[in-house]
């Protein structure tokens, strides 16, 4: 065998040599180290949980101390439904004339529920459309699945007056 031969040979094994050593050794130690990374950021989360927990604790108090001063129990849609209609009838032209308690369905095969709230307006037609049109624009409270306005004759005083009937459904 000649100089050259033996060279080649050499330079073979080691290749051969490297190629096992980064696949029997190297490459599994790159696996253990994305592990280790790994099993640190996750006991580092379970450490911090006790401090994230007790500041969402606080958190939770001082926000129910807010929704105290603000007469709002909870989180009562209903509540703030009224509240938005109110605020509302005071920049618009419109009373409100009846607001009857949510109708709940619960829905057994697919077990979702449905709240529908159903309340009556009175005033004139543009200030009942600006009101249909802010509560599905700027407000979440759910989607208007019905209105019906009617022209009704108050006999006493011989005036009429449109009411409006809203259904006002939140998907829960």
Known sequence: MTQKNK????IIALLLVSFFAY???ISKTF???????TLEM??????TAPNQLAALANKEKQL????????????SIQNNLLKALNTLSS???FTIIAFEEPHIYKDEASQKTSTTYNFTLQGSYSSLIKVIYALEQSYSFGNI????????K???TGKNHLQCTIFLQRLN
């Open 154 to 156: 108050n006999f006493k």
């Open 23 to 25: 696949k029997y050794g």
């Open 31 to 37: 696996v253990v180290n994305d592990q280790v990374h």
């Open 145 to 152: 699945i019905h209105n019906n306005f009617e022209k009704k």
């Open 7 to 10: 060279n080649i040979i050499l």
């Open 42 to 47: 996750q006991k580092h989360a379970y450490e």
């Open 91 to 93: 920049t618009s032209n």
């Open 64 to 75: 129910d101390e807010i929704l105290k001063q603000n007469n709002v129990e909870g989180n």
